[in-house]
């Protein structure tokens, strides 16, 4: 009976963490560029043999937990909408904008730039854009075309080129919210696939997320009520015991 409390209650946390992930997914459906994240579960068992990394030996396979292990960033094309704006940008296939920040270099597919007070490139609240060699893009006007390689003419000069950057694998890329990620091993994309004048809206499948909200509420709903059930039914055994 003891081994129902642990299922119902890892199913809640679960749940909790699922009902969390939509919420969030939800709440940045309107976020240029944003990327729905996915719950990853696992047994409980395996995730903790994993986590010792190979330091534990597992005695027999029956486990009766199942816990949220991660969240996976799907990185899935969202639609890109043309806005006809100079200083916006967006991303067709894989590839990330690089943004020098006060916390170091983050990656995220949101393009909405401006220029900041000394006409660098910079995306509003975190900062300036970097360029294909890893340097800051000095523009000092709004009159700039690109082409789809990412190349910038800012009043008819030449203005580098917007960065595109790649990893081997997204598994290499590691969520530091608000749309932006961290990694190490960025290289430049050789044939990068930019628009300028367009944005990518999320990506967030706002049907799909009202959906897995709705069953996790009513998966936590069903847990706690089991759990009452079973705390009522121990509470009896002991009862019944202290009599013996």
């Known amino acids: 009976m003891v081994h129902g409390f642990y299922t119902l209650a890892s199913g809640m946390l679960t749940q909790d963490r699922v009902l969390e992930t939509a919420g969030n997914n939800l709440a940045n459906s309107e976020t240029n560029g944003f990327k729905a994240d996915r719950i990853a579960s ?53 590839g990330f904008f690089a943004v020098q920040t006060a916390g170091g270099v983050l990656y995220t597919r949101r393009g909405g730039f401006k220029l900041d007070a000394q006409g660098y490139l910079s995306l509003p609240g975190a900062g300036r854009v970097l360029g294909r060699d890893g340097a800051p893009i000095f523009l000092g006007t709004d009159d700039v075309t690109c082409d789809r390689r990412g190349n910038l003419l ?62 996790a509420q009513r998966s936590l709903q069903s847990c706690a009520q089991a759990l009452k059930l079973y705390d009522a039914a121990l509470d009896k055994t002991t009862t019944q015991l202290g009599k013996v």
């Open 154 to 215: 800012a009043a008819g000069r030449p203005a580098g080129s917007l960065g595109v950057f790649r990893f081997g694998g997204n598994a290499q890329v590691q969520d530091a919210g608000e749309g932006f990620y961290r990694g190490a091993g960025a290289q430049p994309a050789a044939a990068p696939d930019v628009r300028g004048g367009y944005l990518e809206d999320s990506n967030t499948d706002d049907a799909k997320e009202l959906t897995d909200a709705i069953a």
């Open 42 to 94: 696992k047994t409980f068992g395996s995730m903790v043999v994993q986590r010792l990394d190979g330091q534990a030996t597992p005695i027999g396979t029956v486990t009766m937990m199942a816990a949220a292990d991660r969240e996976e960033p799907d990185f899935s094309q969202g639609t890109l909408r043309k806005t006809g704006r100079a200083l916006d940008f967006a991303l067709a296939g894989d």
